[in-house]
């Protein structure tokens, strides 16, 4: 075994490969850019090498500059991670040049699954089960119309050399292939450079299962099972679990046989993954391999006892696989879900900022965090915006998911928005509990996982209550540190003499503006909303929980104040809202709601087609903003004229900057 090892990636996963390097004696060192200087990554590791700016492109996609680090400090491996240079063969070809050891498999093993195409054609030459349908060289539109009349319909046109969705086409009848596959190629040759297709049948509500494959140099080759990821939204990932609740065993079995046989196929030595489709029949068929760890890899180490990473590390080191593959077991069920800085309610925009406030479940048998970054921590815009991963086991599948509702209800994120309220509700959606989430299903049914636009009315009183508390908790705190604080009249408590005390609370749920007068002081009120009065009785707020009786019944929540957000959950879902000190109408040159184009989110301005004095339709784009690797179209709110462009190409802006404005 090597003696030092560095992990050239950033946040969870390297601080992941860390602890188990640490575990294992191995000196471990890390790089990290501008951005990340002051990074949980940066701190765990023995020692740490800036190797450029904040763009992946400036450091963490440097392997040069990587390679120079590991020269430089002695490190004798180099551990990719997942995502940046993982997958990259000339990467591990350098590694390899430079008298490193590359934790990974060879830059030939991954040259042969860089084509869609090829690798099918790999793959069915060894047996291994694939999509019916074309990956020809002959690309005529009159030869693929003939292989699509052939494959029959549903048929499914796809990039390639593609990914992420991009230059795919679902096509279900003969006469609409000619305009998809047009669209098709466009659409390739802008994203990819090269517009070759591939044809393969349409799988109506699959199931997306792929199977954990190790490999070392010595000539053996096992799986360690498998993991349902078919719970998708736009082929991103939301959920993962082992094992799979659709396989039978006879179907594990199968599907483990191939998957082990797909990685002798290309002499691969380590790590992967082999993903299939499968078919509501049990027809499965070989999609990729993805020659890396993967993000969801802790259900497997969970169900199997197993450490991946030291797997990874021990076969890179040239020794054979720890185990035979009928001494591999599984027990329990696992279940993964990835918490996020983004907004659901706004098409999942991504978020960054300062967590404020990062509380998560504490790890146990039967939790397991995975996070880069803690409390106070910045999530940058130059980066994927995750926080941490949840996983959780225990001995069923049921009993997993009561595990990951608690552990998700004891989450809170203050800062920028977060996904957690939608991965409670989709772990409570009958079909996640019930097992029949196909791949399609979240896309299709997006709605029914969104917070709905009406907040149930008990939450709702219970954040006006915990807001009440909070101001006599701080009213008594100033009345203590008065001149004279047994003065009735230095507590501001709602208390009035002869009459009780009226206050108005205003809270925004989203836009929506939620209005209450409330009467009384001390955990005792009288709430008015909607012409309706509630009535406020034996409320206390210690430890995070606050007990109170609604109109006689008794209810418990969770319940937080974060700045101006009070956030309540109620055992099944969280509601947070946003206290409304006033702000609005405060006038200014920057009033009014619809003359304003701000930025959603920090990033860096690219593009600016707007100018002072030009006439704007209604969604024509103004700026264009790049942040959390994508880039964001900011519209006209309204026909008009542009008074004012703020911003320029190349400017880094922060979030709700105002960077143009249209004529009052």
């Known amino acids: 075994m090597f003696d030092s090892l560095l992990i050239a990636n950033r946040g969870e996963i390297a601080c992941r490969v860390i602890r188990t390097a640490r575990r294992l004696g191995l000196r471990t060192v890390a790089v990290f850019s501008e951005a990340d200087a002051d990074a949980q990554h940066v701190r765990l590791a023995d020692e740490a090498h800036c190797i450029g700016g904040p763009r992946p492109q400036d450091s963490y996609l440097r392997g040069e500059a990587i390679l120079e680090v590991a020269r430089k400090t002695g490190a004798q491996a180099i551990h990719p991670g997942y995502g940046f240079l993982s997958e990259n063969a000339d990467f591990a070809d350098a590694v390899q040049a430079a008298g490193r050891v590359f934790v990974g498999p060879s830059g030939a093993s991954m040259r042969k699954m860089g084509s869609k195409a090829g690798a099918k054609e790999l793959m069915a030459a060894a047996g291994v089960p694939v999509v019916p349908g074309y990956t020809g060289e002959d690309q005529s539109p009159e030869r693929l119309q003939r292989e699509a009349d052939r494959i029959g319909y549903p048929l499914m046109i796809k990039a390639a050399h593609g990914g992420g969705g991009k230059g795919m086409r679902i096509v279900r009848a003969s006469g609409e292939f000619a305009a998809h596959l047009d669209s098709c190629r466009r659409e390739a040759l802008n994203a990819f450079g090269r517009d070759r297709v591939l044809l393969e049948r349409y799988i109506e509500h699959p199931r997306h299962i792929e199977i954990q494959v190790f490999a070392d140099h010595h000539g053996g080759a096992l799986h360690l099972g498998e993991r349902e990821c078919s719970a998708q939204r736009r082929y991103q990932k939301v959920l993962e679990e082992s094992p799979s609740p659709f396989l039978t065993p006879e179907l594990r079995a199968a599907m483990g046989a191939a998957a082990v046989q797909a990685a002798r196929a290309i002499d691969y030595a380590n790590a992967g993954t082999v993903e299939f489709i499968v078919a509501p029949s049990g027809e499965f068929f070989f999609m990729e391999i993805n020659t890396r760890l993967q993000v969801e890899h802790p259900v497997t180490e969970l169900v199997t006892g197993l450490d991946l990473v030291e797997w990874q590390l021990r076969i890179a080191a040239g020794e054979p696989l720890p185990l035979a593959q009928e001494a591999i077991a599984q027990r329990g069920h696992a279940i993964e879900v990835r918490l996020y800085a983004e907004d659901p309610e706004a098409g999942f925009l991504p978020g960054s900022g300062t967590l404020k406030t990062l509380r998560l479940p504490p790890p146990s048998r039967h939790v397991r965090i995975d996070a880069g ?57 009958p079909a996640v509990v019930e097992a029949r989430i196909d791949t399609g299903y979240l896309d299709r049914h997006l709605d029914e996982f969104l917070a709905p636009a009406t907040p149930e009315p008990s939450a709702v009183l219970a954040a006006a209550c915990a807001c009440l508390l909070a101001q006599e908790t701080a009213a008594g705190a100033a009345a203590a540190a008065s ?48 012409g309706q009065t509630h009535a406020i009785d034996g409320a206390r707020w210690q430890d995070g929980v606050l007990s109170l009786r609604i109109d006689g019944a008794m209810r418990r929540f969770r319940a937080d104040l974060d700045g101006d957000v009070v956030q309540v959950h109620d055992g099944r879902a969280r509601l947070a809202l946003r206290i409304d000190r006033g702000a609005r109408g405060s006038g200014g040159d920057e009033g009014g709601g619809d003359h304003r184009i701000r930025a959603p989110m920090p990033g860096r301005v690219v593009l600016v087609p707007g100018r002072p004095g030009q006439a704007v339709k209604a969604g024509e784009v103004v700026l264009v903003l790049e942040a959390m690797k994508m880039e964001l179209a900011l519209k006209a709110p309204r026909d008009g004229v542009l008074a004012e462009v703020r911003a320029a190409p190349g400017d880094f802006v922060d979030a709700d900057t105002v960077l143009a404005v249209l004529e009052a």
Not at 405 to 425: H, T
Request: with cysteine.
């Open 373 to 429: 970054v803690v409390e106070g921590d910045t999530v940058t815009i130059f980066y994927d915006p995750m926080i941490a991963k949840l996983i959780v086991w225990d001995e069923d599948r049921p009993r997993a998911l009561a595990r990951l509702r608690e552990a998700l209800a004891q989450c809170r994120i203050a800062g920028p928005k977060s996904n957690v309220a939608f991965l409670e509700r989709l772990v409570r959606h």
């Open 483 to 530: 001149p004279d604080p047994t003065s009735p009249w230095a507590l501001a408590d709602g208390w009035r003499l002869g009459h009780a005390g009226a206050r108005r609370l205003h809270l925004l749920h989203g836009e929506a503006r939620i209005e209450l007068r409330a009467h009384g002081h001390g955990g005792h009120y009288r709430l008015l909303r909607d």
